[in-house]
C-alpha cells in the first residue's frame, strides 16, 4: 500500500478488547524490552567504570550492542519474510535473555562488552519484528492509534528505565540493570506463542551469508579505528589506516556481493527508491542525534553539576517522555499534512532544542538540561515514527520485513557509528583523563559533543526535503 493510497479500514477496531487486543500487548511488552535497555544502563556508566575501569573503552558498551544489533537486523528482516515473524522474533528473545545474563555476571570490562555484543544480536531480531507485526495487522489509519499504546511504553520505560538504572547504581549494583530484562523476556516469549498465530507458505531460501558477514566485518573495523584511533594509536598509524582500509576495502566488496546476490541481505534496490533512502538517511541521522544524547547527558551532569545517578537519570528521562508524546500525536499530524510536512516540524523543534543544549552546556543546571532532553524527544518522536510509517506502507506484506530492516538498520548504524565518532572526539580531548579526575576538560568535552550533535540535526533538513511531497494517507472510514 502506498502511503498516497486511500486506507478503508476502519480505525476503532483498536485497542486491547479488539480482536488484536492480545497481539498488541505482546508487541508492547516485547517493544518494552529495548526500550527499557536503551535507558537503564546510561546512568550507571560513571558507577560500572568505577567497578570495572575503562573510562576511554565505554563506549564500546553501547557500539558493540549497536553494531551487533544493526548488522543483524538485515539478515533477521530477510528471514522474516520467508519463515515469517514469529521465530525471527522469539530468537531474538532468547539471545536477548542470555546476553542479558552474561552481562550480569561479567567480571571485566572486556567481558562484559562481549556479553553486551550478544544481547545486540538479541535486539537486532526484537525491535524491528515488532514494528513489522504492528505493520503487518494495522493499515496506515490504524498505526496512527497504535502509536498512542506502543509509546506508552516507551513512556513508561522512560520513568522506570533512568529510575532502575540510577537507584541499581546508587543503592545496590549496577549487575541488576541486566537481571531485571529476564522476567520481561519470558513475558514477551509467552504473550508471542500464546497469541500470535501466523499463516506463512514457507519457502525455500539461501541467505546472503557473504555479505553479512563483510558488512560485520566492514563495520566493525571502522568503528574500531575510529574508537582506539588518538587513544590506543595514533592516527596515522599503520594500525589506524589499515583498519580504515580494510574496513572501506570490505564495504566496497558488500556492495558487490550484493548486487550479485540472489536474495541479497540488504537489497540495493531500497536505496534506489527516493521514499526509502531518505527516509533511511533519516533514520541513520536520528540514530546519532539519540545515542549523542543519551551516552553523554548522564556522566556530563555526574561529572560537572555533581548529581546523583538517580537524578541524572531522571534528566534524561525526559527525552524519552517527550519522544512517545510527539509519536502518538504524529499519527494525527501526518494524517492531516503528510509524512513529509510532519518529519519537518519534528526537526525544526529538534534542532532548536540541541543548539539550546549545547549553547548552555557551560552554565546549564538540571532543569535546563531536562528541558531541551524533552523537546529533543518532541522533536525526534516527530520525526522517528512518520519516516518509518512511510517507508512501510510504501511497500506489500513480502517486502515489508526488508524495508523495516534497512529503516531499522539505518538508525542502529546511525547510532553505533555516532557512539563511535563521539567517543573518538571525547578521548581526543581528554587525553587520557577521565570525567572524574579532569571534569573541566570533560565539560569541554561535553560542550563539542552538544554542537555535533545539533550540526547532525540540522543535517536531517536535507533528507527531509527530499522525501516526496504528494505522501498524505487519505482516510475513509
Known sequence: MKPSETVSTPVSAVGFRSERGPILVALMV???????????LATA??????????????????????????????????????????????LGIGLFALGSLLCAVAWSMPALIAFRALQGLGAGAVQ????????????????????????????????????????????????????????????????LVRFLHEDVQRRSHRMDWAGGLLLTGSMSLLILALLEGGHSWAWSSPQSLGAFGLGAAMLVAFVLVERRAGEPVLPLWVLRRRLLLTTALIGLGVGVVLMGVTTYVPTYLE??????????????????????????????????????????????????????LAVTSRTASV??????????????????????????????????????????????????????????????LMRGQDAVSDPDRFGDAATAVFTTVAAVSALLVVAALAMPRHDRPKVTS
Open 45 to 90: 556508566v560513571p558507577t560500572i567504570v568505577a567497578d570495572l575501569g575503562g573510562f576511554a573503552s565505554f563506549p564500546w558498551l553501547f557500539s558493540i550492542y549497536l553494531l551487533t544489533q544493526a548488522v543483524s537486523v538485515p539478515l533477521y528482516s530477510k528471514l522474516a519474510d520467508t519463515v515469517g515473524r514469529k521465530p525471527v522474533v522469539l
Open 303 to 356: 561529572a560537572l553539576l555533581g548529581v546523583t545517578p538517580l537524578v541524572s537519570g531522571l534528566a534524561l528521562a525526559a527525552l524519552t517522555i517527550g519522544w512517545p508524546i510527539a509519536a502518538t500525536l504524529s499519527g494525527r499530524v501526518y494524517l492531516r499534512i503528510g509524512f513529509r510536512a510532519t518529519v519537518l516540524i519534528g526537526i525544526g523543534i529538534l534542532v532548536t532544542a540541541a543548539s539550546a
Open 128 to 191: 524491528p519484528m515488532a514494528v513489522t507485526i504492528a505493520g503487518d495487522i494495522y493499515s496506515v489509519a490504524e498505526r496512527a492509534k497504535v502509536q498512542g499504546y506502543i509509546a506508552s511504553v516507551w513512556g513508561a520505560s522512560a520513568v522506570v528505565g533512568p529510575t532502575l538504572g540510577g537507584a541499581f547504581a546508587q543503592f545496590l549494583t549496577w549487575h541488576w540493570i541486566f537481571l531485571v530484562n529476564l522476567p520481561l523476556c519470558l513475558a514477551a516469549a509467552w504473550l
Open 367 to 428: 532543569l535546563v538540561v531536562a528541558l531541551c532532553c524533552f523537546a529533543m524527544g518532541l522533536g525526534l518522536g516527530l520525526i522517528a515514527s512518520p519516516s518509518l510509517i512511510a517507508a512501510q506502507s510504501s511497500v506489500d506484506w513480502g517486502e515489508r520485513g526488508v524495508v523495516t530492516g534497512a529503516n531499522m538498520f539505518a538508525r542502529a548504524i546511525g547510532s553505533a557509528v555516532g557512539v563511535a565518532l563521539l567517543g573518538a572526539l571525547v578521548n581526543g
Open 30 to 40: 516485547t517493544t518494552g524490552l529495548i526500550a527499557i535497555d536503551a535507558t537503564i
